[in-house]
Nanobody, 127 residues
């Protein structure tokens, strides 16, 4: 399984970014997908995730209403639309994939449920 993130960059507070994750080496529709992030000196945090079929998604409280996760199973792609960015959103964002039936909110937010991780893309939000 290979996950490749793109779309990160340096933006100002209030701006928007769209992260993409290109997946290969897997049957994409059999995997729940998600985003985690790590800020300097901080633990890895859950951001958002989406079920295999895309019918359910889960968000961290800190990004609800600002971020939207989506996927295109025909293209093996996942996206994270990030609006109204804040300096505290500055982090390396990681695309993750977890095989199987990951459906509850608890499981969707649990890092150990995801067995494949990308290399990450840096998002920096200046104030």
């Amino acid at each position: 399984v290979q996950l490749v993130e793109s779309g990160g960059g340096l933006v100002q507070a209030g701006d928007s970014l769209r992260l993409s994750c290109a997946a290969s080496g897997l049957t994409f529709s059999n995997y729940a997908m998600g985003w985690f992030r790590r800020s300097p000196g901080q633990a890895r945090d859950f951001v958002a995730s989406i079920t295999m079929s895309g019918d359910l998604s889960s968000y961290a409280e800190s990004v609800k209403g600002r971020f939207t996760i989506s996927r295109d199973n025909a293209k093996n792609m996942m996206y994270l639309q990030m609006n109204s960015l804040k300096p505290e959103d500055t982090a390396v964002y990681y695309c993750v994939a977890g095989e199987g039936y990951i459906y509850s909110s608890r499981d969707l937010q649990t890092a150990s449920k995801y067995d494949s991780w990308g290399q990450g893309t840096q998002v920096t939000v200046s104030s």
